[in-house]
């Protein structure tokens, strides 16, 4: 139900300067009366045979308290207007800010000028949530279109494949299963992480304790045939990580992280390494350390952005991914308000380290 419009907050302003200009000159003539007026005489003959008693002033002094009184409200009410307007004026322009953001356009900033007051911080703040606002919108829907365009590769070869088999009949059908078989297992794994991938965005899940040394090993159990496959050694260290959160995500987070170390790395005769620990000041800590080929410096923030792999990092093999393990992760240690850092090995190879806030079963890192 809409309300009806009421009194703005300029002629508010107008009507409470007018009022306390207009309170304060009553005061004024009360006092004048209170004190001057009450103690003339009332019989007292003066020069010029003027007679000043107090019906005498009285008589004249009413009038003119009561133009007095008029003139200072007529002088409140222009006063109070035109000092309601330049005091409310940034806000008129912080308003029309909102009302283009409303409208879609995010770039538009109010960049106020002049000393810091209060409406210089409320400008402030608003430039700085519009500018978050549209970063985070260019993001989605860079994402989303890189999605939609991940999601159609698979289906649109799952075409191909079957116009193919629609036109040549006597075509090995095993191998047409297996290459569908492929291509499907890669579609749903792409659905699957962006489903978690939304859901760690939301934090809509159920925190319980969770021990990061418990999931590691999981993880490495899970891939070590993977690790013997390619010839690297993969081992886990460290003591009992403790922290509250969703078991599924961060073991989710753990395996992508290990996998990735295990993919990107050396041919054969690579390492990774897996620690878990707490800090003296109640951290968790996941640290994640592979051998590997070198990363350019400028490769490496990228390298959590959705279906960035970097020239050097794509793999076409049966462990390619979806271009979405370091972005999963990120958006893991996000909703559990950590903090992900990636640092690359002047040997070759990436040093990854998760940071979680802990609960009181930990023990300290030596």
Known sequence: MRRPPGLSARLKLTLSYAGFILLAGAIL???VWGYVLRYLPDNNRGLLGINPNRTVVLHVFAPAAASALAFLLVFGLLGGWFLAGRMLAPLTRITAAARTAAHGSLSHRIAMEGRQDEFRELADAFDTMLEQLESHVAEQRRFAANASHELRTPLAVSKALLDVARTDPAGDRRELVERLHTVNTRAIALTEALLLLSRGDRKDFTREPV????????AAETLLPLAE????????????????GSATLLLRMVTNLVQNAVVHNLPSGGTVTVHTGTRAGGTSVLRVEN??????PELVPTLTEPFRRGSERVRTDEHAGVGLGLALVASVVRAHDGTLDLTPRPAGGLVVTVRLPGIPQAAPVR
């Open 211 to 218: 021990d990061l040394s418990l999931l590691a090993e999981e």
């Open 229 to 244: 496959h390619r010839g690297t050694t993969l081992d886990v260290t460290g003591g009992p990580a403790h922290v509250s």
């Open 29 to 31: 003539l009360a006092v």
């Open 291 to 296: 051998t590997g080929d070198p990363l350019p």
